[in-house]
């Protein structure tokens, strides 16, 4: 796989966030006075790259429905700050993985669901790791007019990192990821430490399916920034 830059998605491709997600929407359950869904439905409730509360909140007449969603927003708000700035951590070897793709003169970039403002919440962790600066490009979901499935985020990404997007890939651990890299003519690498379970990644038609980005150096391949010849990064 030729490539000119590396773009990612950050939950669960970069982040080992997904637990902080189960645990907030369990602190939200338990606050509601609800049983917990189960992860399949909590999947399910993620396909479109946002939590649809309505799925998974029982049904009830609309006023009643749309009065629980509106507490379970704002209890997410309230939770989220602490959650995130207390727990998140680096996927394994993710650190050691983007130091590696930057050293071999690979470009790199960050395209995100999260909004630019709670990306204080979670960038500390790469901040502490000395991992932020590697990522040349951050694209958050309010930057652009449509966030993922989309293309227009990895779109947007490409162009301010200088690459055309058949000479990109995006990594990420959701659908919407692949969809989003397939609709902006990227290659696409599906990594297993998300939401999505790998029979769910497969049916999107990605270019590969990955335990984690801990193996993209084994299938990558980078032009030299200083030439036009192709070299392995293995």
């Known amino acids: 796989m030729n490539v000119d830059a590396v773009i990612f998605d950050l939950d669960g491709t970069i982040l080992d966030s997904i637990g902080i997600y189960y645990q907030i929407i369990e602190t939200v359950f338990q606050h509601l006075g609800m049983p917990m869904p189960s992860e399949n439905q909590l999947r399910e409730a993620t396909k479109s790259g946002e939590f649809e509360w309505d799925e ?17 927003g704002v209890m997410v708000a309230e939770i989220y700050p602490a959650m995130f700035e207390k727990k998140v951590k680096l996927i394994p070897q993710a650190k050691e993985t983007l130091e590696h793709i930057s050293q071999k003169g690979i470009k790199m970039g960050l395209v995100t669901s999260t909004p630019r403002r709670n990306l204080v919440f979670k960038r500390h962790a790469l901040v502490n790791a000395g991992i932020e600066d590697l990522l040349e490009v951050v694209v958050a979901a309010d930057d652009v007019p449509r966030k993922k499935p989309a293309a227009d985020p990895l779109l947007e990404c ?17 659908r919407t990821d692949v969809q989003a890299g397939i609709a902006a003519g990227m290659k696409t690498v599906a990594v297993l430490t998300g939401f ?39």
Request: aromatic share 2%; hydrophobic share 40%.
């Open 196 to 234: 999505d379970l790998k029979d769910a990644l497969i049916r999107e038609n990605p270019d590969a399916v990955i335990d984690s980005i801990a193996s993209l150096k084994g299938i990558l391949a980078c032009r030299s920034r200083t030439g036009a010849a192709w070299k392995s990064i293995l």
């Open 158 to 174: 490409g162009h301010r990192l200088g690459v055309r997007a058949e000479d990109s890939v995006y990594v990420g651990d959701s």
């Open 56 to 72: 998974v909140l029982p049904d009830r007449t609309r006023p009643e429905k749309d009065l629980l969603i509106k507490k379970a």
